[in-house]
C-alpha cells in the first residue's frame, strides 16, 4: 500500500492566495521531502525536512513535519499561476534509501 | 547542480518490440539508480533497484524477465521494456543517487525527465 497519501487531491486557487496540501505516512522515517511535477515532465525538488526537524523555509514554500501524526505539509505563499503542477510528498526510511511517494495533489492556480 | 539526462523523451513502438530507456548521470557518479513507473493522474511507483555492477532489486509485482534493468558503470543505467504490449504504456522515470549525497538539498537524488512510453 502507499506509504503516503496526500489530501487534498486537487485543489484549484486564485493567484496570490496560499495553497496548502497535506501528506500521511504510516511508518517511522528519516527524511520527507516534497517534489514538484508538472504534466508529462520529470520531478523538481522541492524541499527536504528531516525526522528531527519540525519546519522549513525555502522562498514562498513552508513545510512541517509532526512525526507524532505522521504527517507534513507544503504550503504555498502568494501562489502564481507558474505554481500550476502535481506536487508530491516522498518519504525515505534512512538517508540513501529509496523513496516512497504520496498519490500526489494537482494544485491549480488561476490567473 | 547534479543533472540526470534521460533518453528518449517519448517513444511509441509496435506491441511485441522492445525498447529501451537511458538514463545518465552527467557530471557524478550514480552507484544507486532507482526506476519508476507512473500511470496517468497517479503516483510515482518504484518499479526496482540498481546498484552498479550489481543486479537489480525488483519490487513485488513487476516481471523481472519482462522490465530489464542494466547498470553497468557509475553513469549509464538502462532500462528495457521486453516484448511491449499497450498495458506497459506509462511514463518511466529513473533517478540516481550520487555515491556522496549525505550533503546534497535531498540527499542526492536526482531524477531524470522521464519516458513517455506508448505502445501501439
Known amino acids: 500500500s502507499q506509504q503516503g497519501e496526500e489530501d487534498p487531491q486537487a485543489l484549484s486557487i486564485q493567484e496570490g492566495e496560499n495553497a496548502t496540501m497535506n501528506c500521511s505516512y504510516k511508518t517511522s522515517i528519516n527524511n520527507l521531502q516534497w517534489y514538484r511535477q508538472n504534466s508529462g515532465r520529470g520531478l523538481v525538488h522541492l524541499i527536504l525536512?528531516?525526522?528531527?526537524?519540525r519546519e522549513k523555509h525555502s522562498g514562498r514554500l513552508r513545510v512541517t513535519l509532526d512525526t507524532s501524526k505522521k504527517s507534513s505539509s507544503l504550503l504555498i505563499t502568494a501562489s502564481r499561476a507558474a505554481d500550476t503542477a502535481s506536487y508530491f510528498c516522498a518519504t525515505g526510511l534512512t538517508s540513501g534509501s529509496r523513496l516512497t511517494f504520496g498519490e500526489g495533489t494537482q494544485l491549480t492556480v488561476n490567473p | 547542480g547534479a543533472v540526470v539526462s534521460q533518453h528518449p523523451s517519448r517513444v511509441i513502438c509496435k506491441s511485441g518490440t522492445s525498447v529501451k530507456i537511458e538514463c545518465r548521470s552527467l557530471d557524478f557518479q550514480a552507484t544507486t539508480m532507482f526506476w519508476y513507473r507512473q500511470f496517468p493522474k497517479q503516483s510515482l511507483m518504484l518499479m526496482a533497484t540498481s546498484n552498479e555492477g550489481s543486479k537489480a532489486t525488483y519490487e513485488q509485482g513487476v516481471e523481472k524477465d519482462k522490465f530489464l534493468i542494466n547498470h553497468a558503470s557509475l553513469t549509464l543505467s538502462t532500462l528495457t521494456v521486453t516484448s511491449a504490449h499497450p498495458e506497459d504504456s506509462s511514463f518511466y522515470i529513473c533517478?540516481?543517487?550520487?555515491?556522496?549525497?549525505?550533503?546534497?538539498?535531498?540527499?542526492?537524488?536526482?531524477f531524470g525527465s522521464g519516458t513517455r512510453l506508448t505502445v501501439v
Open positions: 533517478s540516481a543517487r550520487a555515491t556522496v549525497g549525505g550533503h546534497s538539498p535531498n540527499y542526492g537524488y536526482t
Open positions: 525536512i528531516r525526522s528531527n526537524e
